[in-house]
């Protein structure tokens, strides 16, 4: 969980309904990066990027990726892709 200098923890502001597809880091979820899918409830649906199951977080624990983290996962896929045989 994220934390601040004093090492006390800190959610995110919460964020608006983003587009399917986004991409966003679950701080509450040990970082993991995964595509924004859908609600459940007071939760959002992401899917983890390359595919596999979907989970569901708190929006308030969620935060956008940065331009350069989003690049990175992009690259990231496409060299897993490439290395599948596929694009």
Known sequence: MPE???GALTRHEPL???SPGTLFRDTGHGDRVGEFRGVAGP???????GG??????????LRALTPAERLSVENALRNLRSSRGGL
């Open 4 to 6: 601040d200098d004093d």
């Open 16 to 18: 608006q309904l983003p």
């Open 43 to 49: 939760y959002w649906s992401l899917r983890p990027v």
């Open 52 to 61: 596999g199951v979907e989970w569901e977080a708190e929006p308030e624990w």
